[in-house]
Structures are given as structure tokens and as C-alpha cells.
């Protein structure tokens, strides 16, 4: 769901959520969509189609609104504000500015998984960015639907100070029908017959903010892909861009997330791309696989 926390993550102090009464992660949000022509009843064929009516607009903008408000109140908590301005990080100094190449570095990213999820990530700059970009990836995922994958990925990903709460607060929004239904999927979290459920983060880049070797303020810039392909679907599949920066500790020999704060874009501009039948976007997703990112 980025698009998320998931639709998922959240600070996690007890005295309330970041001023973005919308920010999200493992779900979506409102942002600015260019939705595919209908025509030939594929809801994902043909070129841009002219304006909607305002109803049509309407009903989508009140779907999305939904979703972006349910999946907020799992992250309430403490915190917020830009963590790339905070100074709170054990008092780590911030990292230079200017982006890293992302090439090889000599060092291997990871060791081992904890269950889907890679771990094991190295005790360094590198191993935060891969850690704060591969947990971005679960967070944001379908399996944040099914409750029991939904809490292995929250007992891998947060610290454990923290995932006590987090899957509390999870556990209510996944489990709620109303909120289930505004997305279009059944009250067990599927898919309706016929149509492909997607939500998928793909980071472009990370950044350090800031480290000081036990903790570490890493931004995650990516994508997110969310939405229900197949014929008829009235949520169908579109993109928006967000940057995460995820506070990390080193604890227990890795990275864990202990809060984030996030916000919208940088959003390119969209090319002038005919959007894919729906069959050929629900296939997509099931034949590509996922990556494990590291430098």
C-alpha cells in the first residue's frame, strides 16, 4: 500500500503523528495521476482519455483519501518534522551533501534473511542505505495484507521497542473491513476474483543524512505501484513518488527502523505512454521479482 507505513511506517514516540496527517508507507496517497483510457473496456488500454466528470473524479479521489487516512492512523505517534533537518541521531554528524555512485563497493551487502526480508546488512553507511531501501520494499507490499506475513515483516523491520506498538495499530487498519473494501479487496485482504492486487515500492536512490556508527538517518527515494488490475476494475493501477527517511539503530548485529518521516515527489514529468492492457500489467508483476538492493 506506499504506499504504506506501511503504508506502515510512523513515528513512534506516544504524542502524536507528524503534521502530514497523510503520510504513509506499504500503501498510497493523494498525489497527481494520470489515469489510462478506458477504451475497449480494458481499464488499462488506449491513450489518455479526455477529463473525467467530476462524479467519476470524485468517487477515485474519495477511494485514495481513504486509504491514506486508515493507513495514517497506524503510524500515530510521536515525532515527525523533516528528519533530514533533526540533529537527534545520537548526535551523528550529517553526510556530505551530494549523491554517492551507486556501484560496488567491496563490502557484501547482506548475510542472510529474516524470512523474505534480507539481513545481516553491514555495520557501515552501505549497510544502512541497503537496509532502509530493502525494508522500504516490505513495508510497501502486498503481504502487508495477509496478518501473519504482515507480522513477520514488522518483527524483521522494526526494533523490537517498537514493534510491539507498530503491530498493534497495523493489525486494526489491515483487519478493517470498511477500509478493505474502499480499496476494492475482500475482508480477508484479497483480491476480488479475476483482478491482480498490486502494491509495490521500487527505490530509485538512497541517502545518508546522517550517521554516527549506532544510528543512522537514511532518505529512500522510489516509486509505488498500487492499485487492482483486471477487467473492470475501479481502482486500477497507478504510480506516485515519495522520499521515506527512516531513523535507523544498529541492534542485535543490524539495522532496524525505529520511526520515519516522509513527503511527497521529487515527481518526474510523465511520458506520453499508452498504459498496458490490464492482463499485461497483472503478468508483469507476477513474472518480475523483486530485487535485494545494496551498493
Do not use: C
Request: hydrophobic residues 35%; charged residues 20%.
Amino acid at each position: 500500500m506506499s504506499h504504506g507505513d506501511d503504508h506502515g511506517y510512523g513515528s513512534d514516540s506516544g504524542s502524536g503523528r507528524t503534521d502530514d496527517g497523510y503520510s504513509t508507507l506499504g500503501g498510497t496517497r493523494q498525489t497527481r495521476t494520470r489515469f489510462p483510457d478506458g477504451s475497449g473496456g480494458d481499464s488499462y488500454g488506449g491513450s489518455r482519455r479526455p477529463a473525467r466528470g467530476s462524479r467519476s473524479l470524485v468517487m477515485v479521489v474519495g477511494v485514495v483519501v481513504l486509504l491514506v487516512a486508515a493507513i495514517a492512523f497506524a503510524n500515530m505517534g510521536g515525532g515527525g518534522g523533516d528528519s533530514g533537518s533533526s540533529d537527534s541521531n545520537g548526535g551523528g554528524s550529517k553526510a556530505e551533501a551530494g549523491a554517492a555512485p551507486t556501484a560496488a563497493t567491496g563490502t557484501k551487502p547482506v548475510t542472510g534473511k529474516n524470512g523474505t526480508i534480507a539481513s545481516g546488512f553491514a555495520h557501515d553507511q552501505q549497510g544502512a542505505q541497503s537496509a532502509a531501501a530493502n525494508y522500504s520494499v516490505a513495508l510497501d507490499s502486498v503481504d502487508m495484507f495477509d496478518a501473519s506475513r504482515r507480522r513477520q515483516i514488522v518483527n524483521a523491520v522494526y526494533a523490537p521497542t517498537v514493534a510491539a506498538a507498530r503491530q498493534g495499530n497495523l493489525d486494526k487498519v489491515y483487519s478493517g473491513e470498511a477500509f478493505l473494501a474502499s480499496i476494492g479487496l475482500n475482508p480477508d485482504g484479497t483480491a476480488p476474483s479475476g483482478l491482480t492486487f498490486i502494491s509495490r515500492s521500487n527505490p530509485v536512490g538512497t541517502k545518508v543524512v546522517k550517521f554516527s556508527g549506532t544510528t543512522a538517518s537514511v532518505s529512500v527515494w522510489y516509486s509505488a505501484l498500487f492499485g487492482l488490475a483486471g477487467e473492470g476494475s475501479k481502482n486500477p493501477v497507478s504510480e506516485s513518488w515519495f522520499t521515506n527517511t527512516f531513523e535507523l539503530t544498529w541492534i542485535n548485529s543490524d539495522w532496524k527502523v525505529t520511526d520515519f518521516t516522509q513527503k511527497d515527489g521529487p515527481v518526474p514529468v510523465g511520458r506520453d505512454q499508452a498504459a498496458s492492457p490490464a492482463e499485461e500489467m497483472a503478468d508483469a508483476v507476477k513474472q518480475f521479482g523483486g530485487f535485494t538492493y545494496a551498493r
